[in-house]
């Protein structure tokens, strides 16, 4: 129901206008317009309490009043009329609205309060809404234009999702002189009910959509959009833009990674982390879009460039360079082939250089021959037109090689009018052509990119394993010793133990509170040692003078300790000052010092950083950023896009620093985050790294309350693997099936599985004949957002690997509260009790994450699923539209039934 619901909306049969007008320039008059001047073929009613007739036709004066109910309502009418209008529309049984009146949140509390009644009238009458403020919405598949804006885009395969009205508006109008064309296009207006998430839920399946554009200003559900949008970005291409680039995080001053990671750096990281692209401007955003949506696709960076002028082809190298492709050497049997066709030409340069006045068998075997190399693997064919340049055949020969090649072919013939034809013939052929030797760049480079950003999405970090036995209590002590005493930030000491719980290695800090106790210590420690002011009120020590290295006895120790604390109490009285900490010096060889940061984004959560670090990161600004959980994959990326990658390589005359020590230091510091929602920051500044390891030589940590009731993993936005589902079934003749949520690098093991179902089988499990998983399916099906859905498979030990045998699965619907369930056993393994007891794991997981409703579908020839289901507590009863199907449901806040014995 929710889902026709939200489909009711973005795929109407029927609609009605209400504020329907005649009145030219009114938006009751643009909307109705364009429906009819679009040729919609569905049912549209008016309703304006004014008229009677509205241009020749009928309208009615109140929802109410209609013949009957409609699939959508298109709300104009004045602000404070709407929530009366949301209750007639839940009582004619209309289920969708698109409310395009303002003055709702951008009215002030007034309007605010008028929202919030908006949203509980449509919650109470089982209404789903697209806005406030929306600017309405365009199909052009059944020619709906039910949106206020003066043009038509041109139909196309591209959906464009907008939370601006006016952008909408000047992005169609843009897109119309480029050929650029929509399914659809959605406005979300203030997205006080229906948000992106659901928005990308319902293009995902949409099969009038090829790909996805969003314009975004904010997001309010991370977790929901998170999900959302990593559900599509497996299916289709999505491209996203997003304003607000340069805003300040408010607690920019209080560490390091505050001060270097924006909320910017985050929400890049979380598009990657999804598998979109994200862009930067509007022209960018359709070329990119355009691109994707002919279907090009790049494996990896390797560029070769095929040019009739040196000019355009040294820029495209340039701008190549700039964008981070690689433009490889040609291999020598290449070379060989070029030199016999091109005897004046560098055959082993790239670029590659055609003479202008060559024909076109010249030109395209050149750019075959590049293509065909086996180190390349896009190619670029960059054409200037001469007095003797026929462009149409050269355009012709080229994506005759195109469509006899797997690796993408990009066309960048240069010019206006004289090469226009040639651009209708790349389009034609999905062949993207640009105009520019820079626009042809940047969009492989974005191809590139969305490559990169697709195998982040793949990542299901799992836990360290036996290698990592965090002591979570310990750490949780301290956390909460220091909420207790009203301090947000760990003091060194504090911050160093909480790392260690989780075998962080660190170089140990000892407080010591006057001059003779700090020589005790140092010498309990070893000379020589540092020392280190110890202030909640100084996060930057050396900034006043606060840390002094190298103490090599007694009596510089106890010198140092007078000296510093009066000098930070003189540049510092408001401070309050505790004293000092000491440390061994670490001096291990030629160390390369980095940092590690975590930061908890307000909508995104808590975010990891990697630069080079030491008392400058502020002006070397270094850094990247991603989100946990990271696995050993993720961490290498992180590290790769920094110049401290650089650095830990060897360096004058000085070893290799230990790389994979700082990769285990990242991962331990994603397992810290994600276990223990009470850790806000973490700057650890410097991390010394040597080619022996490395070692956590400053630390400090901010700590935070978390909700008591929060579910496990609540505070970040990607769910981490959930490892505590893994068990195991013993079946009746002794075999031991294990059971594991299930991952992306399982689609082989389903594929088999669905594929050695009988027919019956899967008749009974997807209701409709099936052979074998689309991609598209296979991919919804192995790669799931844990956070909603949850898959459980049993596999077994075979040749060449494991075999499944059963998957039982969940979905959360829109209502966050239901989730609809599915089971389904391999024919030789029925009748074993495998059934009941996978099904029993997957009710307790839904409890364990506090869904309320568990339902299901089947048939009413399924008597096994429906005896199985009685079994468990489940209430049937026969579907009201369809009398061949039986619906299923149980209570999950009920009292669970006593468990099941064991299978057989």
């Not at 199909?139 to 709906?144: C, E, G, H, I």
């Not at 160093?496 to 660190?506: N, Y």
Request: with cysteine; hydrophobic share 45%.
């Amino acid at each position: 129901m929710p889902k026709a619901r939200i489909e009711s909306v973005f795929n109407p049969r029927s609609i009605a206008l209400v504020g329907a007008s005649d009145r030219e320039g009114t938006l009751g008059d643009i909307i109705r317009r364009n429906l009819e001047q679009t040729g919609f073929k569905g049912t549209v009613e008016y309703v304006n309490p004014a008229h009677a007739e509205i241009g020749g036709r009928t309208a009615y004066r109140r929802v109410r009043d209609l013949p009957g109910p409609v699939d959508v309502a298109i709300i104009v009418a004045p602000a404070k009329a709407v929530p009366d209008i949301i209750t007639e529309c839940g009582e004619k049984g209309i289920r969708g609205a698109i409310i395009v009146s303002a003055g709702f949140r951008d009215g002030g509390d007034a309007g605010r309060q008028l929202e919030a009644e908006v949203k509980r009238r449509a919650r109470q009458h089982g209404v789903r809404f697209l806005g406030p403020n929306s600017l309405g919405l365009i199909r052009t598949d059944v020619a709906l234009n039910a949106a206020c804006g003066p043009r038509q885009p041109r139909p196309g395969r591209l959906a464009f999702v907008s939370q601006s009205g006016a952008l909408c508006a000047a992005v169609i109008d843009w897109a119309r002189g480029r050929q650029v064309g929509f399914s659809t296009v959605i406005s979300t207006g203030v997205g006080a009910d229906i948000g992106l998430g659901e928005i990308l839920d319902f293009l995902v399946h949409d099969p009038a959509t090829d790909s996805i554009m969003l314009y975004m200003e904010s997001v309010d559900d991370a977790r929901r959009f998170m999900s959302a949008l990593r559900a599509a970005a497996r299916v289709k291409p999505v491209v996203v833009m997003k304003a607000g680039r340069h805003a300040e995080r408010p607690d920019a001053a209080a560490f390091h990674t505050g001060s270097l990671v924006g909320a910017d750096d985050v929400f890049d990281a979380a598009m990657r982390r999804a598998g979109s692209l994200r862009i930067r401007d509007l022209y960018d955003l359709f070329t990119a879009a355009a691109t994707l949506g002919a279907g090009a696709r790049v494996r990896g960076r390797r560029l070769a460039i095929v040019s009739n002028a040196g000019g355009p082809g040294a820029l495209a190298a340039d701008h190549a360079t700039d964008r981070w492709l690689l433009l490889p050497k040609l291999t020598e049997d290449t070379a060989r082939q070029l030199e016999a066709l091109l005897p004046t030409s560098d055959a082993r340069a790239n670029p590659v250089y055609v003479r202008a006045d060559a024909d076109a068998e010249q030109f395209a075997s050149a750019a075959r021959l590049v293509l065909e190399d086996p180190g390349v693997e896009a190619l670029l064919a960059i054409l200037t037109p001469y007095a003797l340049t026929d462009p149409d055949r050269l355009a012709t020969e080229l994506v005759a090689i195109a469509g006899k090649q797997r690796k993408p072919v990009f066309a960048c013939w240069m010019g206006g009018e004289s090469v226009a034809s040639s651009r209708d013939i790349f389009a034609a052929s999905k062949v993207p052509s640009y105009s520019t030797p820079e626009s042809a760049v940047d969009a492989i480079a974005a191809l590139a990119l969305y490559t990169a950003n697709q195998e982040q999405l793949l990542q299901v970090p799992e836990p360290l394993g036996p290698t990592s036995t965090p002591d979570r209590a310990a750490a949780q002590a301290i956390i909460d010793a220091s909420l207790e005493a009203g301090q947000e930030w760990l003091d060194p000491a504090e911050s160093k133990s909480v790392l260690a719980a989780f075998g962080i290695p660190v170089l140990r800090s000892v407080p010591a509170h006057s001059a003779s106790e700090a020589v005790k210590v140092a010498k309990q420690a070893g000379f020589p040692v540092a020392m280190k002011i110890l202030s909640p009120d100084i996060p930057h020590k050396t900034d006043v003078g606060g840390v002094r290295l190298g103490l090599s006895d007694e009596a510089s120790v106890r010198s140092a300790y007078t000296a510093m604390t009066r000098q930070v109490a003189r540049l510092r009285p408001d401070a309050k000052l505790e004293g000092v900490l000491i440390e061994r010096m670490y001096g291990q060889g030629e160390g390369r010092e980095v940092m590690v940061g975590v930061l908890r984004d307000p909508v995104f959560g808590p975010a990891i950083s990697f630069g080079l670090g030491g008392t400058l990161v502020e002006v070397v600004r270094d850094r990247a950023v991603a989100l946990p959980p990271l696995n050993t994959f993720l961490v290498r990326d992180l590290i790769r896009r920094t110049r401290a990658s650089v650095a830990l390589q060897p360096l004058r005359g000085a070893p290799a620093a230990d790389e994979e020590a700082v990769e285990d230091i990242l991962l331990r510091v994603s397992e810290l985050v994600c276990e223990m929602p009470g850790i806000g920051s973490i700057d650890l500044n410097p991390v010394i790294v040597t080619e022996r390891g490395a070692v956590v030589v400053d630390a400090r940590l901010g700590v935070m309350r978390s909700p008591p009731e929060a579910l496990p993993y609540s505070h970040v936005a990607i769910h981490p693997y959930p490892s505590n589902l893994l068990g195991s079934v013993e079946l009746p003749d002794g075999t031991v099936a294990r059971v594991r949520p299930i991952r992306p690098e399982d689609a082989a093991i389903e594929a088999a599985f669905v594929h050695g179902l009988s027919e019956q089988s899967k008749f009974l499990r997807f209701m409709f004949a099936i052979h074998d998983l689309t991609p598209a399916q296979l991919s919804r099906f192995t790669q799931i957002d844990y956070d909603r859905e949850m898959a459980l498979i049993a596999v077994i030990d075979a040749p060449g690997g494991e075999q499944q045998i059963a998957v039982a699965r969940y979905i959360t619907l829109a209502d966050e509260e239901t989730c609809e369930f599915a089971i389904v056993v391999g024919d030789d393994w029925q009748g074993k009790g495998l059934a009941r007891r996978l099904f029993g794991m997957l009710i307790d997981t839904a409890r364990a994450r506090r869904l309320k409703v568990m339902t299901g579908v089947t048939l009413r020839e399924n008597a096994r699923m429906l005896d199985l289901a009685r079994s468990k507590g489940f209430g049937l009863r026969m579907d009201e539209e369809d009398p061949t199907l039986v619906r299923m449901t149980l209570d999950l806040q009920a009292p669970p039934r006593a468990p099941d014995p064991p299978a057989g």
